[in-house]
């Protein structure tokens, strides 16, 4: 059997796994079985597994993942959520849309203490949803606002799969949460600009503002309820670029203020603890299960010498760079249409990730890695929103049960549009991503 059809019959058996719905952790694993003793036998893959799951997983820098995983369940059951939505529709809720770009920046300071699209999709639509409903916005534009505001959970930092992607790459953890700040400010912005062309251009889907039932003023309260938000944030990234503590010893420290900061606020109980560390450990079981399929998939695929052939063959076309990385991207996005964005990850980043370092872009290895995650990162956010799954919003949706899928699809259709233009700057630009990046040391 020659490599390149081991490598299909790989990538065949995986697909095969997936479309009969057997998990995709458990797909890759098995995937990965198939070509790795049908290269090398029985006893070495063995003792492969007898290695590698310690290997993988006694990994300091993986500890990262589950400590910003439970700071962001600490974050949903503190009642954050609810202070963050009450002062951006304060600071918005005037404006024709105000209360859509309201939802956009609580997902924004939610993400940016969670590090998850899901934990902020769900959680900030729980709270808007209702009063943009009963403010009279449609079913269309609330819920395609919710869908993408939930990407910025993953845009901003800490993102989890901007964690992902550097310990699969070896890059500093840091740098990339640095590159990831501009992006994600542009990302929230331009989403909010859509909202206000949209709500422009398309008349009856926000109410015109209303002095008799406009959001409550600003008041001190508000104000003072965000600020442990704003403690946090400083207080986790401020530590790490400071050079007080690790990107692994932030998360620890930001999972224990979100704790003490919901306790305070008395809105922990015993049950919600539990919870929280429940949650935790099934989403970072589940991460390490995915890692643990992938790990093996990638080494069968890396015995056949085909991602090494095709790094090579890619560098000798002669083609311009970037259409490559437009080409990869494309990629990510057909296939955010079946997978979710870690088995994405995962999957590609060790066959992607050698092609990418094989080209010139202009700039030193280290930026053009750090650069191509931003890229992968905005895509993978495009996947959760786009059309025919997009996570997000099944997630969304499920919390509107009287708004048809349909009209959902119809409200992300001016964020996805928002998606491809920043996606476009930032592929001619990427100075723009990589400015903070400088400032690290």
């Known amino acids: 059997m020659t490599p390149l059809t081991l490598t299909a019959l790989i990538f065949g058996t995986m697909l095969m796994l997936m479309a009969i719905r057997v998990p995709i952790a458990v797909s890759m694993f098995s995937a990965g079985a198939i070509g790795y003793v049908a290269q090398t036998g029985w006893l070495p893959f063995s003792n492969f597994l007898n290695t590698q799951a310690f290997a993988r997983f006694a990994s300091y820098d993986l500890s990262v993942i589950p400590l910003f995983i439970l700071m962001g369940h600490f974050a949903t059951k503190g009642g954050i959520s609810r202070a963050l939505f009450e002062f951006a529709a304060a600071v918005m809720g005037r404006f024709k849309g105000g209360l859509a770009m309201a939802s956009l920046l609580a997902c924004a300071a939610f993400g940016a203490i969670s590090g998850s699209s899901v934990a902020t999709a769900a959680t900030i639509t729980s709270v808007a949803l209702p009063e943009m409903r009963r403010h009279g916005y449609s079913g269309r534009l609330a819920t395609g606002t919710l869908a993408a505001g939930g990407t910025l959970g993953i845009q901003l930092p800490p993102s989890i799969v901007l964690v992902i992607y550097a310990i699969l790459t070896e890059q500093n953890i ?6 990831a700040v501009l992006p994600g400010i542009i990302a929230m912005c331009g989403y909010m600009i859509a909202v206000a062309i949209y709500v422009r251009l398309v008349p009856g889907h926000a109410p015109d503002v209303d002095a008799d039932d406009a959001p409550p003023p600003m008041t001190l309260r508000a104000v003072a309820g965000v600020l442990p938000i704003l403690v946090i944030f400083l207080l986790v990234f401020g530590g790490i670029y400071g050079g007080f503590f690790t990107p692994t010893e932030g998360a620890a420290v930001g999972a224990a203020t979100t704790f003490l900061t919901a306790l305070v606020k008395g809105e922990m109980t015993l049950a919600k603890l539990k919870e929280c560390f429940y ?17 093996l998939m990638n080494s069968a695929l ?3 010498q085909v991602p090494n052939q095709l790094a090579s063959l890619v560098g000798s076309w002669g083609v311009s760079p970037l259409i490559v990385v437009v080409a990869i991207l494309l990629f990510y996005v057909l296939l955010g249409a079946v997978m979710d964005e870690l088995s994405m990850l995962l999957l590609t980043i060790p066959i992607f990730f050698p092609i990418i370092m094989t080209l010139d872009f202009g700039m030193p290895k280290e930026s053009a890695a750090i650069w191509f995650g931003i890229m992968v990162l905005m895509t993978v956010g495009f996947g959760l929103i786009a059309p025919p799954v997009g996570l997000n919003v099944y997630i ?20 996805l549009v928002s998606d491809v233009l920043r996606t476009m700057l930032f592929l001619f630009f990427p100075i723009i991503p990589l400015w903070l990046v400088g400032f690290i040391k």
């Open 174 to 179: 840091s740098k990339l949460f640095a590159a």
């Open 396 to 415: 969304v949706n499920g919390l509107a049960r009287d708004v048809p899928m349909g009209e959902t699809y119809r409200g992300v259709m001016p964020f």
């Open 279 to 295: 949650g935790t450990a099934i989403s970072a079981a589940m991460i390490f299960l995915i890692f643990l399929g992938a790990d």
């Open 302 to 304: 890396a015995l056949t």
